[in-house]
């Protein structure tokens, strides 16, 4: 960006003033980024949601001055930001419901779909906008600390984009541009990262009790062994935080695993293609290791 236009940026940004912000949806997002923003400074006014009590218990986890109401519509006459913090289903319908007014700033949370779900926002003078913290929100209590260290996609005009820059700053996120961006394989790499990470601790847990091994043990047993991996992959490049048989190049050790596992050819083809994967991974094997490591896990047949 030119130094011209960053100052073009900074001024709009600067001259827009959110006076009130508010959230429409109160679910576990919703709870973690409300009490985010509060605690940055950022006035947050109204929740809805169609669930009335789910938007009394934000507001009043909020402190006094926060109003809850089951009309969405009340958060868009009421705020000058509005987040809209609802399933993906529901954010064109939504969009389509409420009369937005001019240079009102819409922004909704979904990784996997671009500003045309809010063109009828766009329509009424608002300017469309996209807010997606790359972090899981398990609970509807509120933890603002869970955008800390984070990344953040924002996508919208100015002085939407820069704005809603600065406020996942303020957060503690990082953020960065999704303009131009495939947002189905984006949101897909964000699904691989998270959701299936339980996937692969739902599998392991079902090899744990194929050993012979007491199921309510295994998830318990396993978490520190996904943890460590998953803090060696925040600290190292992937090739040096992968430890186990494909990155020693243990042939033997991988076969024996694959034999043991035809009683099972779901997790044997999961085991397998995993590993496979693993081998795109630039690990230092000479040739003719990675060679033997593509024959073996090849396919179905090993």
């Known amino acids: 960006m030119t130094s011209a236009r960053q100052a073009c940026v900074a ?3 600067s001259a827009f003033e959110a006076r009130a912000v508010g959230l429409i949806g109160a679910g576990r997002l919703a709870a973690a980024l409300a009490a985010g923003l509060a605690r940055a400074g950022y006035p947050v006014r109204a929740i809805a949601s169609a669930r009335i009590e789910s938007a009394r218990s934000l507001a009043a986890a909020l402190g006094p001055g926060v109003a809850a109401s089951a009309d969405p519509g009340d958060v868009a006459a009421a705020c000058d930001v509005a987040f809209l913090t ?34 009828a926002a766009r329509s009424g003078g608002a300017v469309p906008a996209c807010f997606h913290p790359l972090q899981t929100f398990p609970s509807r209590t509120p933890e603002p600390a869970r955008f800390e260290g984070i ?39 964000a699904v691989v990262a998270s959701n299936h990470v339980i996937a692969l601790a739902s599998a392991a847990a079902r090899l744990w009790a194929m050993a012979g091994l007491p199921v309510e043990s295994g998830r318990e047993a396993l978490a520190p062994l996904l943890l460590a ?10 090739a040096l935080a992968l430890t186990g048989p494909v990155a020693r ?7 024996r695993h694959l034999d043991a596992l035809e009683r099972d050819p779901g997790l044997r083809e999961l085991y397998r293609q995993l590993s496979d994967e693993l081998l795109r991974l630039p690990l230092g094997h000479d040739e003719a290791t990675t060679g033997r490591l593509r024959a073996l896990l090849a396919g179905p047949g090993g």
Do not use: K
């Not at 060696?232 to 490049?237: D, G, H, K, P, T």
């Open 11 to 13: 001024t709009a940004v």
């Open 86 to 119: 609802v399933p993906d289903s529901a954010i064109r319908p939504l969009a389509e419901r409420i009369g937005w007014r001019q240079g009102q700033v819409v922004a909704h949370c979904s990784g996997a779909l671009g500003l045309g779900e809010l063109a």
């Open 151 to 189: 990344f953040c996609g924002v996508e919208g005009a100015e002085p939407a984009h820069g704005w809603l820059e600065q406020v996942a700053r303020d957060l503690g996120a990082r953020p960065f541009p999704l303009e131009g961006v495939d947002r189905a394989v984006y949101h897909a790499a």
């Open 229 to 238: 991996a998953a803090n060696n992959v925040a600290r190292m490049e992937l």
């Open 249 to 255: 190049g243990d042939i033997a050790t991988i076969a």
